[in-house]
């Protein structure tokens, strides 16, 4: 089918990028990387690779240098990989990039996150076009694994001397699609905390009252926790102006234990996937954790597989003139709404921000219904263009700061 979008190389250079299957797991990174070569060399603009893992997870920079190179840098960052699909729930291929005749294009990381990614370099290309030439240096960087931690990506690359020789002052990175016309930008996230607690016990037979045992104790740790959760549940009610990002949410995700249905188990674990609030004292936390422990007879271990530290929100007030040019830009210039929210989840930005860079997390996707990590996810080539041009306008105010 075609239509008025069919030839536009901006569209063109988005569909190409969504046809590559960077899919979770074990994704050969090896075609994305020779795709963005060739964008950059399209571009004119130098590419350089890092692995700070290993060769399996190349970590890619494309680089616009400014008038003022001494000048701290500006990071536009994107993750290369996508999360799985239910082949069967899609009504398109979603390693296809089919539009329909809306200009609806569908396919997995259309929104989460290779439409960010190439709106990037759209957006660098019009101002080369126009002979812009800013004075604050600009890389492009497109991380692997984004999507199961990044572990093996922007976690280390942030720590080595390559990410510090780049002199990083400010990183976009992503949002989340906004079904109305209001665009979510993201200055901070939750600690991720995942908590184990193993209940301890007397064994013995079924048939008895046996005292301290694990069942009587993962009561105690499963009441104050699933209490908790419901004061957060309430708070998050009585006040309209919060979002999830604003409480912390708790929540068990793995139970087990037991070998037999007539013997007393002498452990039972429960795992709770937490996400402390921004607001959240991490030594409190952890102590009402402990204590919870104590009160439910001793003998339990808490177990964290996962404890994120408290990480500074990055200002989003004038103080902040890369804040300042981030808002005159959208509203002030181009007439948009903004919400300044916690993100819900986990990004590469908690890494950056960990370092010490301030980052916004924005998708300039409005008006579309949020189908991250969800079937048939689809950005309509307007909303892409339109996105193209907000960055333009973006990238060109804050390169000149
Ligand atoms: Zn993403």
Known sequence: MSNKWESNPEIQRFRDYLRIPTVQPNINYVECIEFLKKQADELNLPIELHYPYDETKPIAVITWEGADPSLPSIVLNSHMDVVPVYENLWTHQPFAAEMDENGNIFARGAQDMKSVGMQYLGAIKRLQDKGVRLKR???????????????????????????????????????????????????????????????????????????????????????????????????????????????????????????????????????????????????????????????????????????RPKIQPTCIDNNNPFWKAFRETLVDDLHLKIKPLVFPGRTDSCYIREVGIPALGFSPLSNTPVLLHDNDEYVSADTYLTGISIYTKLIEKIGNI
């Open 137 to 307: 240096t600009f890389h492009v960087i497109y991380v692997p694994d984004e999507e199961i931690g990044g572990d093996k990506g922007m976690r280390l690359f942030v720590k080595t001397e390559a990410f510090r020789r780049l002199n990083v002052g400010f990183a976009l990175d992503e949002g989340i699609a906004s079904p109305d016309e209001v665009f979510p930008v993201f200055y901070a996230e939750r600690s991720v905390w995942r908590v184990d607690f193993i209940c301890h016990g007397t064994t013995g037979h079924g048939s008895l009252l046996l005292e301290n045992t694990a069942g009587e104790k993962m009561r105690h740790i499963l009441d104050n926790m699933m209490d908790f959760r419901a004061e957060q549940v309430e708070i998050l009610k009585n006040n309209p102006e919060f979002s999830i990002g604003d409480v912390t949410t708790v929540n068990l995700t793995i139970l087990h234990g037991g070998v037999q249905s007539n013997v007393v188990p002498s452990s039972l674990t429960a795992l709770f996937d937490c996400r402390l609030a921004v607001d959240v004292d991490h030594d409190a936390f952890e102590g009402k954790l402990r204590t919870w422990s104590e009160q439910a007879g001793g003998d339990i271990e808490v177990n964290f597989v996962q404890k």
